[in-house]
T-cell receptor
């Protein structure tokens, strides 16, 4: 299993550009999430999905869109990039439900918006 | 509230014990977690504790939970240079959301 994969690893955008961060998992997990990590602020949940066709907002959803057309893929779209979106983005997946189920994280995408 | 707070830095000598502290505010948390993030990598689950427990030991790791004070700690015995990383505590809410703390950067020096 490749686990959770993210592409690209690094990206530089100009203000106003759009792009899609890709996330895929091959563990047949139902639950997938996107976080952003900023210094001194830990990880903040952007959007999450509890299964194909179902998405919901996290703490900081503004400026981001997601879709979940398959179990494997959960892309994150930046509609019009802003410097405040400069961050490291992590995708994670786990089996549905609460509890001891481990959340597996991808290696991250470091995004800089100029 | 959904705040999870940690001190930002901890520096210890190799071989000593490290204690990383965390406070949370949501009393409905069912599980609390400790994650480790090494440089340039994603987060890796280290250990977890159910809210009706007050202690859990897993090899060099000891988790203590004081539910009355909403305080969680992670003790690493015999700290090694390979333990240098950022450690995040996290709580899971009834909505299945995982709320992370700000992270504590542990620096181990020889």
């Amino acid at each position: 299993n490749a686990g959770v994969t993210q592409t690209p690893k690094f990206q530089v955008l100009k203000t106003g550009q759009s792009m899609t961060l890709q996330c895929a998992q091959d563990m047949n997990h139902e639950y997938m999430s996107w976080y952003r990590q900023d210094p001194g602020m830990g990880l903040r949940l952007i959007h999450y999905s509890v299964g194909a066709g179902i998405t919901d907002q996290g703490e900081v959803p503004n400026g981001y869109n997601v879709s979940r057309s398959t179990t494997e893929d959960f892309p994150l779209r930046l509609l019009s990039a802003a410097p405040s979106q400069t961050s490291v983005y992590f995708c994670a997946s786990n089996k549905a439900g609460r509890g001891t189920d481990t959340q597996y994280f991808g290696p991250g995408t470091r995004l800089t918006v100029l | 509230g959904e705040d999870v707070e940690q001190s930002l830095f901890l520096s210890v000598r190799e071989g000593d014990s490290s204690v990383i502290n965390c406070t949370y505010t949501d009393s409905s948390s069912t599980y609390l977690y400790w994650y480790k993030q090494e440089p340039g990598a994603g987060l890796q689950l280290l250990t977890y504790i159910f809210s009706n427990m007050d202690m859990k030991q897993d090899q060099r790791l000891t988790v203590l939970l004081n539910k009355k004070d909403k305080h969680l700690s992670l003790r690493i015995a015999d700290t090694q240079t390979g333990d240098s990383a950022i450690y995040f505590c996290a709580e899971i809410l009834n909505t299945d959301k995982l709320i992370f703390g700000t992270g504590t950067r542990l620096q181990v020096f020889p």
